[in-house]
T-cell receptor, first 114, second 114 residues
Framework: EPEVTQTPSHQVTQMGQEVILRCVPI?????FYWYRQILGQKVEFLVS????????KSEIFDDQFSVERPDGSNFTLKIRSTKLEDSAMYFC????????????FGEGSRLTVL | KQEVTQIPAALSVPEGENLVLNCSFT??????LQWFRQDPGKGLTSLLL?????REQTSGRLNASLDKSSGRSTLYIAASQPGDSATYLC?????????????FGSGTQLTVLP
């Protein structure tokens, strides 16, 4: 069964360092998303991406964050200068359709900022 | 702003029992509602997607209902098994304001005792 894959599964970094989280969405999906879950808190929306551009972003997704689809298969989330409060599980998701589509999530990348 | 609430926060039942998990949302202007399962430290597994025009969806032992006008959904699990132990998350996709994001509840942590 097709699935969303994410790498790395866990990354530890020092505050102020740049981090890139990678995702391979399901191959025929056109809509891509990043969500995050801080330990013990709700899953929160970060950004959605369609047709090679950001279609929507939340207040969390400030100038320190960026997304890119560098090739036909990968979708990346970059955090330029990590902060302690960026420590969270980051989930990538994809869907075949837009607003009515079912989202499929990856296993997540756990980011720990020291 | 959409708010999603799940009750109860935790539930423990003996194996074989039928159970109901509840989800409520404040804004009835939605495209759809999606139920997920999350195992500890893992990703989100999609269980059921209900479009706003639908009243219920079934998959195996799972049945989800949607009453959009009252802002409620229930997930019914029949003949529970220890393998059903997980956190169950409800998420709605609003059709007003930010149209493409999912808003998640805090989840119900289910324990099925053998």
């Amino acid at each position: 069964e097709p699935e969303v894959t994410q790498t790395p599964s866990h990354q530890v970094t020092q505050m102020g360092q740049e981090v890139i989280l990678r995702c391979v969405p399901i191959s025929n999906h056109l809509y891509f998303y990043w969500y995050r879950q801080i330990l013990g808190q709700k899953v929160e929306f970060l950004v959605s991406f369609y047709n090679n551009e950001i279609s929507e972003k939340s207040e969390i997704f400030d100038d320190q964050f960026s997304v890119e689809r560098p090739d036909g298969s990968n979708f990346t989330l970059k955090i330029r200068s990590t902060k302690l409060e960026d420590s969270a599980m980051y989930f990538c998701a994809s869907s075949e359709q837009g607003a009515s589509g079912e989202l499929f999530f990856g296993e997540g990348s756990r980011l720990t900022v020291l | 702003k959409q708010e999603v609430t799940q009750i109860p926060a935790a539930l423990s039942v003996p194996e074989g029992e039928n159970l109901v998990l509840n989800c409520s949302f404040t804004d009835s202007a939605i495209y759809n509602l999606q139920w997920f399962r999350q195992d500890p430290g893992k990703g989100l597994t999609s269980l059921l997607l209900i479009q706003s025009s639908q009243r219920e969806q079934t998959s195996g032992r799972l049945n989800a209902s949607l009453d959009k006008s009252s802002g409620r959904s229930t997930l019914y699990i029949a003949a529970s098994q220890p393998g059903d132990s997980a956190t169950y998350l409800c998420a709605v996709r609003s059709s007003s304001g930010s149209a493409r994001q999912l808003t998640f509840g805090s989840g119900t942590q289910l324990t099925v005792l053998p």
